[in-house]
């Protein structure tokens, strides 16, 4: 019963986020994530409702940090035949900063969580972003087979 209560508190809340807005795939991906990590965390409404501006602030952070740094560095890889020793270098260095500072997202992430959810359920967020990442892409690996 406890379970089903908080499933439906957090659809009350999905609903009245996105309440007008379309559901496009990436809304239905994270609807999906909510319920599925709010269940596996087995997190209670007060901890749920700490939790996810915590969540949602650290993918808006890494994203951010995707968007500015990665995107660079994967562009010249594609181009990495052709980079002389000094670019190749340089792009060396660039990388080593951007995984540097990916951990260091990490740790913040993992030291703001601590103040919400237990060292517990933080291991198991892991492994619910592990399982969840894996059920989407067998869910996607389905439909695509099955629209051949």
């Known amino acids: 019963m406890n379970k089903n ?12 986020f ?20 709010t269940e596996e965390l087995n997190l209670t409404p007060s901890e749920a409702k700490r939790f996810w501006p915590v969540y949602t602030e ?12 990665w995107s660079d560095i ?15 270098s340089r792009l060396l260095d660039n990388y080593m900063s951007y995984k540097k500072s990916r951990v260091e997202l990490r740790e913040d992430f993992v030291d703001n969580l601590k103040e ?4 517990k359920q933080i291991m198991m967020l892991k492994k619910a972003e592990y399982d969840f990442h894996k059920k989407l892409l067998k869910q996607y690996q389905s439909d695509k087979s099955s629209k051949n």
């Open 116 to 119: 919400v959810i237990s060292p």
């Open 58 to 69: 650290h993918n808006k952070r890494y994203e951010n940090l995707r968007n500015s740094e």
């Open 5 to 16: 209560y908080i499933l439906l508190l957090v659809f009350t809340f999905i609903c009245s």
């Open 18 to 37: 996105y309440g007008n807005a379309q559901n496009s795939e990436s809304e239905k991906i994270q609807q999906l994530k909510i319920a599925f990590f």
């Open 74 to 88: 994967k562009s010249k890889l594609d181009n990495i035949k052709n980079l002389n020793q000094e670019e190749a």
